[in-house]
């Protein structure tokens, strides 16, 4: 009869806790991040803490545990947090490239409401405004990260459609748009697509 053996616990070393998109559940939900220890184990029980063999991430729903890359998945909040702040890092770069017009400055407000921010206003938008033109970069690489390709080129056709606002696309315009494709993880030739599309679309309007 064996008495004694080798086994791995994951209920010693907590390492932090918080709420990850949990993949089983399929929503957000309290995890903890746990360091998995190998034992030696007497009658079953843990004895002896050896050796460290890795961490995992447990759900404390559905009690699965996950790989730690899980917790790079944004939650359902953060998401929702992302897609209007990508909006207004889009709009800003096309208002610096157009210049703000009333109409150009509607549309812009317009957009990041559609994007998940009613409150929005025109306070706000001359505060993004005031922002270094790179501060915009990394909102524009969180939703590239976290959207669709579809997604992507709906965000791309929402700047375009503020640059038209006002009227034909200036160079300034075109370029800043490229760099927010660019940003959102699109080629050239891709991006040349989209554009052009809502181009035409606003000319047969």
Not at 162 to 191: F, K, Q
Request: contains cysteine.
């Amino acid at each position: 009869m064996i008495i004694f053996g080798f086994s791995v616990f994951y209920f010693l070393g907590l390492i932090g806790t918080g709420q990850f998109a949990c993949p089983n559940c399929g929503g957000d939900r309290e995890y903890q991040h746990r360091t998995a220890r190998r034992f030696f184990t007497l009658f079953f029980i843990p004895v002896i803490p050896l050796d460290k063999v890795g961490e995992v991430v447990q759900c404390q729903t559905c009690k699965l545990r996950f790989d730690p890359a899980v917790l790079q998945r944004p939650t359902s909040a953060q998401l929702a947090s992302a897609l209007p702040t990508g909006m207004r890092a889009a709009a800003a770069v096309v208002l610096r490239a157009g210049g703000s017009s009333e109409a150009a400055v509607r549309a812009a407000i317009d957009a990041v409401r559609a994007a998940g921010s009613p409150g929005y206003d025109v306070a706000q938008l001359q505060s993004d405004l005031s922002l270094p033109a790179e501060a915009a970069a990394d909102p524009l690489r969180a939703l590239a990260a976290n959207l669709t390709l579809d997604a992507c080129e709906r965000y791309l056709a929402s700047a375009v459609r503020i640059g038209l606002a006002d009227g034909p696309l200036s160079p300034a315009e075109l370029d800043g748009l490229r760099w927010i494709a660019s940003n959102l993880g699109m080629t050239p030739a891709h991006a040349h697509g989209v554009i052009s599309t809502v181009e035409s679309s606003a000319t047969l309007d």
